[in-house]
């Protein structure tokens, strides 16, 4: 197939699928498929809750057309699929979506087509787990009738810096033609150039050792605060005098959530199980950073106790709920076992969050954030993500929520080290 022949569609349009689908479409003509009507409704009236892609960016995109009907896919010839690869609730990988979305192109796939995955999967599952499904629905063989690609997004959401089109790209696909074609489409709207990559099982495995070699730096930076605030050392203030060094890699301690860095390194685990290798520092990493959220109520009601400030039904507000600073993503927050283990302790507990959409925060977790913390409210204050809005409130207005004795805990280093009480 040539450039010029490609007829695109994007399958799965959240944080990943659409900013693609708005690049591709100030350029050529591409379909944008998701199941989800709301979301195909709220695309087509210009707007994204995600606040990915802005209303004037999303208008940029004219060759762009939104649908939720499969039938509209049979005008396409390549597929780009980004839908979710979430764990289940035993931390093992959830491919329905990923077998989903290739059952309804496989419905559709005609002689000389070309499914691209970007979903973030562990080596093989690609050519072990997708193909076999356009294979089954096609009726089709792979690499005679169809062909495969895969080529991973490592867009940072929220992140208005590192965009689509400025990250380089990874590319692959299931013949070397294929694989040119792969790389010559991204090509297009990718101004950060593309690396392709010797085969699609190869692409894959970068993808999920980039967010696995963050989680266990992570997972190092939390066990030496650990270490530190044992000793009465401030962690941050080391990290900054190590930091000096040149090699020195500048990771911060923290919660670890979200969809990608919190999940992805189950999948490789999953799969270095299932051919007899039982993994070690990736899953020792995967405990301690799930652990943080129980170390920092611990940290706090010590802190609380000190001050005999009475712990149980004691007041304390949460700034923050997101996974990150300044998006509205929830998924995945960690902030949530911090919520929990207060509760653990009988402390009422007041979440602040001005990205949070309240109705989404009750269905996904059983939590409302409130609309306006009090003032003078609380015995304790756990600045838990730094949006900006906190950073722009300042310890002042910040510790203006607290009673005379409360204790301020500062877990994202957003204040000067002297204007909180506890740091992680
Ligand atoms: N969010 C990120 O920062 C990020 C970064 C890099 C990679 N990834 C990876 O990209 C993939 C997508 O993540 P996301 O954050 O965009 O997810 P998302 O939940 O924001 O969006 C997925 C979209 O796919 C749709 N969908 C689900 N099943 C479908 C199906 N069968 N057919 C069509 N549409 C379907 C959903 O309705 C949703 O709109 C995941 O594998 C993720 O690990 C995400």
Same mark, same amino acid.
């Given at each position: 197939? *040539?450039?010029?022949?490609?007829?695109?569609?994007?399958?799965?349009?959240?944080?990943?699928?659409?900013?693609?689908?708005?690049? !591709?479409?100030?350029?050529?003509?591409?379909?944008?498929?998701?199941?989800?009507? &709301?979301?195909?409704?709220? #695309?087509?009236?210009?707007?994204?809750?995600?606040?990915?892609?802005?209303?004037? =960016?999303?208008?940029?995109?004219?060759?762009?057309?939104?649908?939720?009907?499969?039938? =509209?896919?049979?005008?396409?010839?390549? @597929?780009?699929?980004?839908?979710?690869? %979430?764990?289940?609730?035993?931390?093992?990988?959830?491919?329905? %979506?990923?077998?989903?979305?290739?059952?309804?192109?496989?419905?559709?796939?005609?002689?000389?087509?070309?499914?691209?995955?970007?979903?973030?999967?562990?080596?093989?599952?690609?050519?072990?787990?997708?193909?076999?499904?356009?294979? &089954?629905?096609?009726?089709?063989? @792979?690499?005679?009738? !169809?062909?495969?690609?895969?080529?991973?997004?490592?867009?940072?959401?929220?992140?208005?810096?590192?965009?689509?089109?400025?990250? &380089?790209?990874?590319?692959?696909?299931?013949?070397?033609?294929?694989?040119?074609?792969?790389?010559?489409?991204?090509?297009?709207?990718?101004?950060?150039?593309?690396?392709?990559?010797?085969?699609?099982?190869?692409?894959?495995?970068?993808?999920?050792?980039?967010?696995?070699?963050?989680?266990?730096?992570?997972?190092?930076? *939390?066990?030496?605060?650990?270490? !530190?605030?044992?000793?009465?050392?401030?962690? #941050?203030?080391?990290?900054?005098?190590?930091?000096?060094?040149?090699? @020195?890699? %500048?990771?911060?301690?923290?919660?670890?959530?979200?969809?990608?860095?919190?999940?992805?390194?189950?999948?490789?685990?999953?799969?270095?199980?299932?051919?007899?290798?039982?993994?070690?520092?990736?899953?020792?990493?995967?405990?301690?950073?799930?652990?943080?959220?129980?170390?920092?109520?611990?940290?706090?009601?010590?802190?609380?106790?000190?001050? &005999?400030?009475?712990?149980?039904?004691?007041?304390?507000?949460?700034?923050?709920?997101? @996974?990150?600073?300044?998006?509205?993503?929830?998924? *995945?927050?960690?902030?949530?076992?911090?919520?929990?283990?207060?509760?653990?302790?009988?402390?009422?507990?007041?979440?602040?969050?001005?990205?949070?959409?309240?109705?989404?925060?009750?269905?996904?977790?059983?939590?409302?954030?409130?609309?306006? %913390?009090?003032?003078?409210?609380?015995?304790?204050?756990?600045?838990?993500?730094?949006?900006?809005? !906190?950073? =722009?409130?300042?310890?002042?207005?910040?510790?203006?929520?607290?009673?005379?004795?409360?204790?301020?805990?500062?877990?994202?280093?957003?204040?000067?080290?002297?204007?909180?009480?506890?740091?992680?």
């Amino acid at each position: 197939m *040539n450039i010029q022949d490609v007829r695109l569609a994007v399958v799965g349009l959240g944080y990943v699928g659409l900013p693609l689908a708005v690049e !591709f479409g100030k350029q050529r003509d591409v379909l944008g498929f998701d199941i989800n009507t &709301r979301r195909v409704d709220e #695309l087509r009236a210009g707007r994204d809750h995600t606040l990915e892609v802005s209303g004037p =960016e999303l208008a940029e995109a004219a060759h762009l057309r939104f649908s939720s009907d499969p039938a =509209e896919l049979a005008s396409a010839n390549v @597929f780009i699929v980004t839908v979710p690869t %979430p764990i289940d609730e035993y931390k093992q990988p959830d491919l329905t %979506p990923l077998e989903r979305a290739s059952e309804t192109i496989g419905r559709i796939l005609k002689r000389g087509d070309t499914v691209i995955y970007e979903s973030t999967v562990y080596p093989g599952a690609t050519e072990e787990v997708c193909v076999p499904v356009l294979e &089954r629905t096609s009726g089709l063989k @792979f690499n005679v009738d !169809f062909y495969a690609g895969y080529s991973p997004e490592r867009i940072n959401p929220g992140d208005k810096q590192h965009r689509v089109s400025t990250i &380089r790209k990874v590319t692959s696909g299931s013949t070397p033609e294929v694989a040119e074609l792969v790389d010559t489409l991204y090509r297009q709207i990718i101004t950060a150039g593309t690396h392709k990559a010797s085969s699609i099982k190869v692409a894959e495995a970068a993808k999920v050792i980039e967010n696995t070699q963050r989680d266990v730096n992570i997972a190092l930076i *939390n066990e030496l605060a650990l270490i !530190f605030n044992r000793m009465g050392i401030d962690t #941050l203030d080391v990290l900054e005098a190590a930091g000096t060094k040149w090699n @020195f890699l %500048p990771f911060r301690p923290g919660l670890v959530g979200g969809h990608c860095i919190g999940v992805d390194p189950y999948y490789l685990t999953h799969k270095a199980q299932a051919i007899g290798y039982h993994p070690e520092i990736i899953l020792a990493g995967r405990r301690l950073n799930d652990s943080m959220g129980g170390y920092v109520v611990s940290q706090l009601v010590k802190a609380m106790t000190k001050r &005999r400030i009475q712990v149980q039904r004691s007041h304390v507000l949460v700034m923050g709920l997101t @996974f990150k600073e300044n998006c509205p993503d929830l998924r *995945n927050t960690r902030v949530v076992d911090i919520v929990r283990e207060l509760g653990e302790y009988s402390i009422d507990v007041d979440v602040y969050d001005p990205w949070v959409d309240p109705a989404e925060a009750q269905h996904e977790y059983g939590i409302t954030p409130v609309a306006k %913390p009090q003032q003078g409210a609380y015995d304790g204050i756990i600045l838990a993500v730094a949006h900006h809005q !906190f950073a =722009e409130m300042g310890a002042a207005a910040i510790r203006a929520l607290g009673k005379s004795e409360h204790v301020l805990y500062d877990l994202k280093y957003l204040l000067a080290a002297n204007e909180s009480d506890l740091r992680l």
